[in-house]
Structure formats: structure tokens, C-alpha cells
């Protein structure tokens, strides 16, 4: 008996030794040509060398990313079929009344990948064009101003809840389907604001389509066209932190030696020049820390999950 045990022990881990031999499926949980789906272009491409194979990208999109989420938390444990999800994996929890997975308990954590500062931008006919005379515009118009968000559970969306608590104003929230509606709107004006990701913002920002206030992030960016775009900290808003970030994630029981493999792909795949080279591009910042370790990775993400809840709980708001 325990030598036909020691026997399949053997053999199971020479079958996952040879992982992967097939295609890996990122699935991301967003519509193609956002930034989560950016990001794990860029990632699969990273990850290609490290792993020897293919490197799919598979886009699941809605309701938040949590239907994404649920797909790879049922998907066979093998894995082949992996998530790249935001810190929508952390407020989920707090904004669905029901959710069709268990954060905490269905996924296997594979490391943070980055963190990605969002902006505050507003349309470019706004008369506006300091974040302090932004503020006084705000609460003049208290009410009354829109916010665009890709959609409930968005970045965009979450950005908009801490700007408004901080701020202490009401606004209008107007969900989008998605980043590019919500962006076409707010440059051609039918919105006023909105708290978008830098990498997708940066495009419009540079072409002047859209005016910016401010950086979400505690530290400025180092990009030559945000280099004079405060923190909304040193704006006014003292101590403002919204970062969005990004991570990896496994479903639950994949075997310990996959998991290992992977991780150990993903720590190549972020030293990878080219990535890194690509990401600063998009004012993203490659993680470095133990949150690329799996433990490090869920402690942070339990920790967002203990912020983001009183966040959603005092704004109110709850999704279907
Ligand atoms: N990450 C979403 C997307 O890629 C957008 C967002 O959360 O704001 O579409």
C-alpha cells in the first residue's frame, strides 16, 4: 500500500513537472481594449518565456468582473485556466448582495502583478483647471455634477466613492458599459468628471481632450506628461490613496508544484525589461515586494477587502 501511494506520488509529480504543456488561458474579467485587459496582454506576453508556452488572453466580461471571477473559481484546478482580476476582487464582497464565489476561499493567491494610479479628469470644456478651483466648482454645483464609471464595481466607479466621501459632496454617479463609452462621453462633454486609470487616461491627456486635476496615488508620477499633475493629496486632499491594483489568481486545489511553477513564472515575468519598460509607459508600477509571494498577496488583498467594505457600507451603495 504505501509503496503503490509513494508510487502515484511519483507519477503525479512527474506529470505536473512537465506543466504546462499546452496553453495557459489568462481569463480576464473585463471587456477587450480596457486596461485590465491591457495589463494582462502585456503579462501573457511576459509570461510566455518563462513558462514555454502559449499564453492566451480570454476576456469574460460583467457584472463587475465578478462573473470572470466565478469562471475561473469553477474552472478545473489544473492550472491552465487562470484569473487576472483588480481590486474588484476585494470590494465585490462589500457591493454584491450575492456573490457567486468565495474570494477568500476559492482561489489559490499567485502574487500582485502591479499598481496602477488613477486620474481625475473632467471633460475639456470645464472652466476649472486647478483641482482647487475644481473643489470650489463641486461644491458650488453640490448634486449636481456627473461622474462617469465603467460600470458598478468598476475602478472608476470605487475611485468616484472615495472622491466623493473625501470630498463631502454628493454627485451623480453615471455607469457606463465599460471604460471606452465612458471616456467618448466625458471628452465630448455629456459628462463632467471622471476617476480613470492613468494608462487609459494618459492617451487623453496628452492629446488635451480631457483636462486633469490630479493623481490618486500618494506619489506623483514620473512620465514626462504627468510629471506636473499633482497627487490629489498635495492638492487639497490630504492623505487621498486610491490605488488600483492588479493580481493573479489560480482556482482553489490547484497542486502545490503548479502552483509553485507559476509563481515562479510570474517573478520572471515581472523583471522582464520589456514589461517593466511598457508598464512605466502606462504610469503602472510593476510590484517588487513580498506581495508576489502568495501569503503577502491574500494578506493584502484581506486588507483591502477590511478597507473597501466600510468605504461601500457608509456610501451606500449595493449591486445586484
Ligand atoms: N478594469 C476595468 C476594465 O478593464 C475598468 C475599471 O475597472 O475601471 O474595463
Known amino acids: 500500500m504505501a509503496i503503490a501511494v509513494a508510487g502515484l506520488a511519483a507519477v503525479t509529480s512527474a506529470a505536473w513537472a512537465e506543466f504546462p504543456d499546452k496553453p495557459v488561458t489568462l481569463v480576464v474579467p473585463f471587456s477587450a481594449g ?12 511576459a509570461l510566455r518565456k518563462p513558462l514555454g508556452q502559449t ?3 480570454d476576456n469574460t466580461a460583467g457584472a463587475g468582473g465578478t462573473i470572470g471571477a466565478a469562471r ?18 476585494a470590494t465585490a464582497p462589500a457591493l454584491y448582495k450575492k456573490l457567486p464565489y468565495k474570494t477568500l476561499e476559492d482561489f489559490e493567491f499567485l502574487g500582485l502583478i502591479n499598481e496602477a494610479p488613477s486620474t481625475l479628469i473632467g471633460k475639456p470644456t470645464l472652466a476649472a483647471n486647478t483641482f482647487a478651483e475644481l473643489s470650489q466648482w463641486i461644491s458650488a454645483n453640490d448634486g449636481k455634477v456627473n461622474l462617469a464609471n465603467a460600470g458598478v464595481g468598476s475602478a472608476s466607479h470605487l475611485c468616484g466613492l472615495v472622491l466623493q466621501s473625501t ?6 454617479p453615471v455607469p457606463y458599459k465599460g471604460t471606452a463609452p465612458a471616456m467618448t462621453d466625458l471628452i465630448g462633454g455629456q459628462v ?5 486609470q492613468a494608462l487609459n487616461a494618459i492617451p487623453q491627456i496628452e492629446a488635451k481632450k480631457v483636462k486633469v486635476f490630479g493623481l ?17 493629496s498635495e492638492a487639497g486632499l490630504k492623505g487621498f490613496n486610491m490605488t488600483v491594483w492588479h493580481g493573479l489568481y489560480a482556482p482553489r486545489g490547484t497542486p502545490p508544484a503548479v502552483l509553485a511553477r507559476l ?4 517573478r520572471t515575468a515581472l523583471k522582464d525589461a ?3 519598460k511598457r508598464e512605466e509607459a502606462l504610469g503602472v508600477r510593476v510590484v517588487t515586494d513580498s506581495r508576489l509571494e502568495p501569503a503577502g498577496h491574500k494578506k493584502f488583498v484581506e486588507s483591502e477587502m477590511l478597507r473597501w467594505s466600510k468605504i461601500i457600507k457608509d456610501s451606500g451603495e449595493t449591486a445586484e
Open 34 to 45: 480596457g486596461p485590465s485587459d491591457k495589463i494582462a496582454r502585456d503579462l501573457a506576453e
Open 55 to 57: 499564453v492566451i488572453v
Open 72 to 89: 475561473v473559481a469553477r474552472a478545473t484546478a489544473d492550472g491552465y485556466t487562470l484569473l487576472v482580476h483588480h481590486i474588484g476582487l
Open 167 to 172: 470630498l463631502k459632496s454628493k454627485m451623480i
Open 192 to 196: 463632467d468628471l471622471m476617476c480613470e
Open 216 to 232: 490618486t496615488s500618494t506619489e506623483r508620477l514620473t512620465l514626462p506628461s504627468l510629471a506636473q499633475v499633482p497627487t490629489l
Open 263 to 266: 509563481n515562479a513564472a510570474l
Open 274 to 276: 520589456d514589461l517593466i
